[in-house]
């Protein structure tokens, strides 16, 4: 697990997968004109989900309500992580919190983008120093934008978000294949913070070779890891635990005991 | 050559093509249904951003969300019958949809009539029970029992208007109550002659819908938009289709019941908006009941106004 803490130089060029050209065009005139239309309606209509962990939270109102509204730009919020395109994480994300942002990230349908508001998600902001917080979120999933600010104004997440629905339509916003393509880059930074045993839900490499998103960094040291620990995952057992109720009915047996 | 001259052509005047125009008013009837449909989504999202003094949402909105929620790259399935709960949800409002005269078609409102177009509008809601019940979300469960309670609940002052209705038309043939209407102008309309049914009517209109004081099941800071919660991708798609359709089947149901339906294209379509905006228009003002105190609401005071309206319609 040792080349997971190496820290890139400053300056040097972002890994690029070979072969991947971003917004390569097919040959087909049809389907071209068929993804134009596409990548315009996914640009034009976006559901977020907001996970508010933070104090970049109280900026969104403003964003949403009457003085900025987002919905001039096909932006609405959504409450589940199955009908959201966009996961707003805004601010700091804990040890504890992250586990739930990765769960909620992994349910998300792709395409799906991931915006990191505040400093706290860029570099630990003010909370650097704290042994609870984990710093750079784009370590434990792919972030498409930053927006930095300590807090940055609603016209600023506005901008933000303009800048992903432009990537969009150019097809630049591809970054959620990259967590299939490197997930054991991926998972290896999230074991090590959260164990060894770590697993989530969402079986990513099975979902990574459905959708031929497969990549030669899918597997690794890491998910062989996994693969030593994971569970099998079982339906919940059907029950239900009321103490109000449970009182109630042990009462009832023993009146019908003492009759 | 001689099968040739054998042909009796002249029999060809007499075979009946009556049916050709029949299947392409069904095809006709479902893609009208849709476009106004995206309309009346627009208009309902307009409605909420003015209200709340937005902008709102770009003309075309309606269709970039059902174009992008259907080009999702990855779909997450819970089963067979959770997508054909889905097609069961879209497959009740295009049936029903068929069943309702518009000006210059009518389908199969002839051969149908108003009980068959009650059951046809049940469907969706028993097909969405199904999808959500594999779902196996909590969120959904509870979301789709609300919808149920909530069916139960508006369907007692529904049967009541229409049965006032079919009662004061002596007729459950919707395309008999539309000629009906329009050959005695507007004092014939629904809406004089049974102002208290139309009233009820307009409740159960709101309950239908779903709209603000009866949103029960829906509920998003509650239980994260009920039985909606398990669906992304191609399958919110779909329900969001099949809203356009369930606007579209309760404005112009209302409208044919009450306001005469259409002579032409531009006054149904006129009215048929007008009616829509009135359940948003109420919504946005309104918080949201509890499921006691709606099915509580329901049976008391549409009903009782209901049974008024019959009193008189019986007169």
């Known amino acids: 697990m040792t080349h997971i803490d190496q820290v890139p130089t400053p300056g040097a060029p972002l890994p690029v997968e070979i072969g991947v050209t971003p917004g390569a065009k097919r040959t087909n005139p049809f389907a071209q004109v068929f993804d134009e239309l596409v990548r315009f309606a996914q640009s034009r209509s976006l559901f977020m989900l907001h996970y508010c962990t933070g104090c970049g939270a109280v900026e969104l109102p403003p964003a949403m309500t009457a003085r900025f509204d987002m919905e001039r730009l096909g932006i609405q919020p959504m409450v589940s992580p199955r009908q959201a395109d966009i996961l707003l994480i805004t601010g700091y994300v804990s040890v504890k919190t992250l586990k739930r942002v990765i769960l909620t990230y992994e349910q998300m349908n792709s395409p799906k983008y991931v915006i990191g508001i505040c400093s706290c998600t860029v570099n630990g902001g003010m909370y650097w120093q704290s042994y609870a917080t984990a710093k750079k979120l784009n370590d434990y999933m792919p972030v498409d934008i930053y927006i930095a600010g300590c807090m940055p104004r609603p016209e600023a997440v506005i901008e933000g978000l303009r800048g992903l629905i432009e990537n969009i339509r150019n097809g630049r916003a591809d970054a959620w294949k990259d967590y299939y393509r490197r997930y054991d880059h991926y998972l290896g930074n999230q074991q090590r913070l959260f164990g060894a045993d770590w697993q989530t839900p969402t079986d990513v490499i099975a979902e990574a070779r459905h959708y031929d998103l497969f990549g030669p960094a899918t597997l690794g040291a890491h998910t062989a890891l996994l693969e030593q620990h994971q569970r099998p995952l079982e339906a919940l057992a059907m029950r239900i635990e009321i103490p109000e109720l449970m009182r109630r009915r042990s009462r009832a047996d023993q009146g019908g005991t003492a009759q | ?315």
């Open chain 2, 1 to 315: 050559m001689d099968w040739l001259s054998a042909v009796n052509l002249d029999g060809l005047a007499a075979v009946d093509f009556r049916w050709l125009g029949l299947v392409l008013e069904l095809i006709l009837m479902p893609l009208i249904a849709f476009v106004v449909g995206l309309g009346l989504v627009l208009m309902l999202r307009k409605i909420a951003a003015r209200l709340q003094r937005r902008v709102g949402p770009p003309l075309s909105q309606p269709l970039w969300d059902i174009i992008k929620l259907h080009a999702k790259e990855t779909q997450t399935s819970h089963g067979l019958i959770h997508e054909i709960g889905i097609v069961m949800a879209i497959g009740g409002y295009v049936a029903a949809v068929t069943l309702l005269p518009v000006p210059g078609m009518n389908g199969l409102a002839q051969q149908g009539g108003l009980i068959a177009l009650l059951y046809m509008t049940m469907i969706p809601s028993l097909g969405l029970a199904l999808g959500v019940g594999q779902c196996a979300n909590p969120n959904g469960s509870i979301g789709i029992s609300r919808a149920l309670t909530a069916m139960l609940a508006y369907d007692v002052p529904l049967v009541i208007v229409i049965f006032g209705v079919a009662f004061h038309f002596g007729s459950l043939n919707l395309v008999h109550m539309i000629a009906a209407q329009q050959a005695g102008g507007i004092a014939s309309w629904g809406i004089v002659q049974m102002p208290l049914l139309a009233l009820a009517g307009l409740f159960a209109l709101q309950g239908m819908l779903g709209k603000q004081p009866f949103e029960i099941y829906v509920a998003p800071a509650e239980i994260a938009t009920g039985p909606m919660v398990e669906m992304g991708g191609k399958f919110l798609g779909g329900l969001f289709v099949m809203q356009c359709f369930q606007l579209y089947t309760a404005g112009v149901l209302y409208v044919t019941l009450f306001l005469g339906g259409g002579e032409h294209w531009l006054t149904f379509l006129f009215k048929v908006f007008v009616v829509t905006a009135i359940p948003m228009t109420i919504a946005m003002v309104f918080p949201r009941y509890r499921t006691e105190d709606m099915v509580r609401l329901f049976w008391k005071w549409p009903t009782m106004i209901g049974l008024l309206g019959i009193a008189f319609v019986m007169n």
